[in-house]
């Protein structure tokens, strides 16, 4: 079955730098979340999309902003970049508010 | 905001024994899931549970909602090596377009052959 494809899965940036993350989710679902998962951490909820408009906002930095795109894809952009935004990134689906599922994630590391 | 507390933290076990973990909130959550998460990966949803009072398997997984709303246990029998990672609760309310899900902070499971 298809499941969440993120990209990249390792990402390494300096200070300052900007980062992009990507999800590609499951066909048909149209619902999808981010999650900041710090090291021995819980994921904690960023921001979510439901059919191409934010639905909801959770502990997103300003720094940061996503959109889901017309082919249902999201976008996570990261600008100023900072030590403590190393952390994995996950992306969910789901279809409408049913169970979500997670992609592999985006390991994001800053020097 | 909302807070999810698991237990027990983690738990050190032998091959074929049982497990049981479990999470309780202050508030009420429309929707229970456990996930299970192996390092660096994603979580992997195991068992959704949606009504109150609900009783779920899925081999040898049972979980159920308790009848508050406010807690959920899931059980694994006879466990095997491959068993071995973190497993989260996660509860979801539901209101408006709000279906984030809040986390419990994890139990660490380790199973010795």
């Known amino acids: 079955a298809a499941g969440v494809i993120q990209s990249p899965r390792h990402l390494i940036k300096e200070k300052r730098e900007t980062a992009t993350l990507k999800c590609y989710p499951i066909p048909r679902h149209d619902t999808v979340y981010w999650y900041q998962q710090g090291p021995g951490q819980d994921p904690q909820f960023l921001i979510s999309?439901?059919?191409?408009?934010?639905?909801d906002k959770g502990s997103i930095p300003d720094r940061f902003s996503a959109q889901q795109f017309s082919d249902y894809h999201s976008e996570l952009n990261m600008s100023s970049l900072e030590l403590g935004d190393s952390a994995l990134y996950f992306c969910?689906?789901?279809?409408?508010?049913?169970?979500?599922?997670f992609g592999p994630g985006t390991r994001l590391t800053v020097l | 905001g909302q807070q999810l507390n698991q237990s027990p933290q983690s738990m050190f076990i032998q091959e074929g024994e049982d497990v049981s973990m479990n999470c309780t909130s202050s508030?009420?959550?429309?929707?229970w899931l456990w996930y299970k998460q192996d390092p660096g990966e994603g979580p992997v949803l195991l068992i959704a549970l949606y009504k109150a009072g609900e009783l779920t398997s899925n081999g040898r997984l049972t979980a159920q909602f308790g009848i508050t709303r406010k807690d959920s246990f899931l059980n694994i029998s006879a466990s095997i090596p491959s068993d071995v990672g973190i497993y989260f609760c996660a509860g979801q309310p539901r209101g408006g377009s709000n279906y984030k899900l809040t986390f419990g902070k994890g139990t660490l499971l380790t199973v010795n052959p």
């Open positions: 999309f439901y059919e191409k408009m934010q639905s």
């Open positions: 969910a689906n789901s279809r409408g508010d049913n169970e979500q599922f």
């Open positions: 508030s009420i959550f429309n929707t």
